[in-house]
């Protein structure tokens, strides 16, 4: 069977989605990311080949999320496509109408504004990451509540707590203030999402137009807490689509299937699951060419140099070809 | 005499005047080198903390500057436009480099204001000659000279469609290499969107130019389009802004929006901690916003802007304006 491979590298979790000829989806996995990027898409795809039948063939493979040059190098991908656009194909192969995307994702949150299928606007989170997963996981941490019932927790509570949510440092001060008065855990929870989602509104998605249908994806969507939050401030039906944690994986397989079929000739640069198998290792090191001393990051595969990245002359990275 | 000026702010508007100028006052013209890492550590950590980051950036190129040469020329510049002014900050630049960088070397720091009119630009010119001992024939020719090299070498701009890009370390009005290759009618247009000193600084501007050309984009900012079409476009606005810098860039945007000229996308390129830009992108938001005829970003530069995501944006939004014209 003909299939397409996407891999979302993103900073909390690493995801991959495996797309049959007609865009359905075969198989995924969710996995964290847990600052070992490189053993992470080895471990997916082991777990993928293990699991797969074996006339299963990868005809294209792409890579998105803010590790996708790596995840490209050690996997060898067709298309190395930007989370942005990625999240957009994704979103409107499920739901062809979509004209907002809510994503909230390990580190950083999004809002793509779309309008008769085509994105017109989109804004990413700049310098702060509060109200995004990785905070989210860490208060659900602090609090002692397995992340996956945050949400549910949250549902049940009856009068939320205002919590401070301009800044992930304040928000949870506010929160250990609000513990020690006595609030119930469920009212705080409540109150946090509340929080987030008025910030999120109130940065990320500043001065868009967000007209229905609204599709919230990303890791945090499973959060149905934070859904509430969103279709009580929005005043609308928030849409969770079916695959909504791995929709970076999606589109960048729907691009890698769309940049195939373009083209019939081309052969997939797929390394095969063998990659999985072989010796990665990243090694840095200062250029001292100019007082800009940049980091430069070599990708080995056993004693083979595959990449190089970090210089900003291009001195370095000229010299290979990824 | 070496006069040092340093390669940062209105470098970008003014060398081949100033470089003109003081040669032709028989005096050597030393630059500072392209903006580095050092260069930008150095004016963080010595200019003052409520300064934008181009300031910082100025702050640096003095400190690589200052022990090469027996002179620095830091105008203090007012208003470069009949009843305009420019940015306060440039008022205070040559006080914030003297109270802020130790041992320094004189300063040739003349006001330089066209606010009343056209002639305080020679009054400038003149003042920088008697600091330096010329007589004022001297001067009056070396002005006349220098004037008439800026002139036509924002002509030419404007006609070569020639972007003020250095390359590596030759300045760029040195450089008269047409950087413009050939775009095809098909390429796509994208307005550029930034203070001079923001969008051709190749370190601070994490070199958009280049990023842009490279996908084989066509870069329009507004120093090459012709000054009465600014000037055209900047009437639309109910109320006159009196900054030079940002009325170019609203009148830029709103020739290519009212105007009928075609154009794919819009780039605000603004660094951290610019007040005028501030409003300026409140207003160009607003009026894109308002009918959204062409797709628009705001990317926001500071000391700390990680280039990953600066990249992320960047090519989302090309695949943004790509897939707008597909439809």
């Known amino acids: 069977m003909e299939c397409y491979l996407g891999i979302d590298l993103g900073s909390v979790s690493t995801n991959f989605a495996l797309i049959d000829r007609y865009g359905k989806v075969i198989k995924k996995i969710y996995l964290r990311t847990a600052g070992r990027p490189i053993e992470t898409i080895k471990n997916g795809l082991k777990m993928l080949r293990e699991d797969l039948d074996s006339d299963i063939e990868i005809k294209g493979v792409g890579t998105t999320g803010s590790g996708r040059k790596l995840a490209s190098v050690i996997v060898g991908a067709d298309v190395v496509k930007n989370e942005i656009t990625a999240h957009a194909v994704a979103s409107l192969s499920q739901i062809p109408e979509v004209q907002t995307i809510l994503e909230i994702g390990g580190q950083d949150s999004k809002i793509i504004i779309l309008r008769d299928g085509v994105v017109v606007d989109f804004a990413m989170n700049t310098v702060c990451a509060a109200g995004t997963g990785s905070f989210l996981d860490r208060q659900a941490q602090r609090l002692g509540i397995p992340i996956e019932l945050f949400g549910e927790i949250a549902l049940k509570s009856k009068n939320p707590t205002r919590i401070a949510g301009r800044c992930a440092v304040f928000a949870e001060s506010d929160m250990i203030h609000k513990q020690q008065l006595g609030y119930k855990v469920e009212d705080i929870l409540k109150g946090l999402c509340q929080a987030l989602v008025r910030n999120y509104l109130a940065n990320v998605a500043k001065g868009k137009e967000i007209k229905p249908p609204v599709v919230f994806q990303g890791g945090v969507a499973a959060n149905s807490g934070i859904k509430k939050a969103f279709e009580e401030e929005l005043g609308m039906e928030v849409l969770v689509p079916e695959h909504y944690d791995v929709m970076g994986a999606l589109g960048a397989a729907i691009l890698a299937k769309k940049a195939i079929s373009q083209n019939r000739q081309k052969k997939t640069n797929f390394y095969g699951f063998e990659a999985a198998f072989k010796e990665h290792r990243a090694e840095t090191f200062e250029c001292g060419g100019c007082p800009n001393l940049c980091e430069v990051v070599q990708i080995y595969q056993g004693d083979k140099l595959m990449a190089r990245w970090g210089d900003r002359c291009g001195r370095w990275s000229q010299d290979v070809a990824v | ?327």
């Open chain 2, 1 to 327: 005499m070496r006069i040092g000026i340093p390669r940062a702010l209105f470098y970008y508007l003014y060398y081949p005047f100033w470089k003109t100028f003081f040669e032709a006052l028989g005096h050597q013209v030393i630059l500072s080198n392209p903006t580095n890492k050092k260069i930008l550590k150095d004016g963080l950590e010595l200019a003052v903390d409520d300064a934008c980051l181009p300031v910082k950036v100025f702050h640096g190129h003095v400190v690589d500057l200052k022990d090469k040469v027996d002179a620095l020329y830091i105008p203090r510049i007012i208003s470069i436009e009949p009843k305009e002014f420019i940015c306060p900050k440039f008022l205070g630049l040559p006080d914030m480099i003297k109270s802020s960088i130790p041992d320094l070397p004189p300063i040739i720091d003349s006001d330089l204001s066209i606010y009343k009119n056209k002639r305080g630009f020679y009054e400038h010119a003149k003042s920088i000659g008697t600091k330096l001992g010329h007589t004022e024939k001297l001067t009056a020719r070396a002005f006349r000279t220098a004037l008439k090299k800026l002139n036509s070498y924002k002509k030419s701009q404007i006609i070569e469609e020639r972007l003020p890009l250095d390359s590596g370390q030759k300045s760029f009005f040195e450089d008269y290499q047409s950087k413009n290759q050939n775009y095809g009618e098909s390429a796509l247009k994208v307005l550029l969107l930034g203070h001079p000193y923001n969008i051709y600084d190749n370190y601070i501007s994490m070199n958009i130019i280049g990023k842009l050309q490279r996908y084989g984009v066509k870069v329009i900012t507004p120093e090459i389009i012709p000054t009465q079409n600014l000037s055209a476009g900047s009437r639309y606005l109910n109320k006159k802004l009196f900054w030079t810098l940002g009325k170019n860039l609203i009148g830029s945007a709103y020739y290519y929006m009212d105007g009928g000229q075609p154009i794919d996308g819009i780039i605000h390129l603004a660094s951290f901690g610019c007040g005028p830009d501030s409003i300026v992108g409140e207003l160009l938001e607003r009026k894109i916003a308002r009918s959204r005829p062409v797709p628009f970003i705001r990317i926001n530069i500071d000391e700390h802007s990680g280039e990953e995501g600066f990249n992320t944006r960047l090519e989302a939004f090309l695949d943004l304006i790509e897939g707008g014209s597909r439809r």
